[in-house]
């Protein structure tokens, strides 16, 4: 099993700044990816970005060039930068760990972080 701890969410007006923090701990295995997905009110969990083991990165549109992702791999830890926030980031972002151990691959997801921007 995997446990993730999430920190760092919390209330903020437009244009500020949060950042979150994810630490996996547990029978990590080999990790593949990790991410942060968030989920609005009534709408579905998206991706806001991810972060392969490689280094590589991707991000949803509407949050380049203002959210950061990066990693701690000796704490295997991720973090994500957010920046010029809006009110419509506003929902609960859950990280994610993508992971293979025994040749299993396996996701597994923390309990959820409130964001909450003011306008």
């Known amino acids: 099993q995997v446990q993730l701890v999430e920190s760092g969410g919390g209330v903020v007006r437009a244009g500020g700044s949060l950042r979150l923090s994810c630490a996996a701990s547990?029978?990590?295995?080999?990790?593949?990816?990790m991410g942060w997905y968030r989920q609005a009110p009534g709408k579905q969990r998206d991706l806001v970005a991810i972060?392969?083991?490689?280094?590589?990165?991707n991000y949803t549109d509407s949050v380049k060039c203002r959210f950061t992702i990066s990693r701690d791999s000796a704490k295997n830890t991720v973090y994500l930068q957010m920046d010029s926030l809006k009110p419509e980031d506003t929902a609960v972002y859950y990280c994610?760990?993508?992971?293979?151990?025994?040749?299993?691959?396996?996701?597994?997801w923390g309990q959820g972080t409130q964001v909450t921007v003011s306008s």
């Open positions: 972060i392969t083991s490689g280094g590589a990165t």
């Open positions: 547990g029978s990590i295995g080999s990790i593949n990816s």
């Open positions: 994610n760990i993508d992971r293979t151990r025994w040749n299993i691959r396996s996701v597994y």
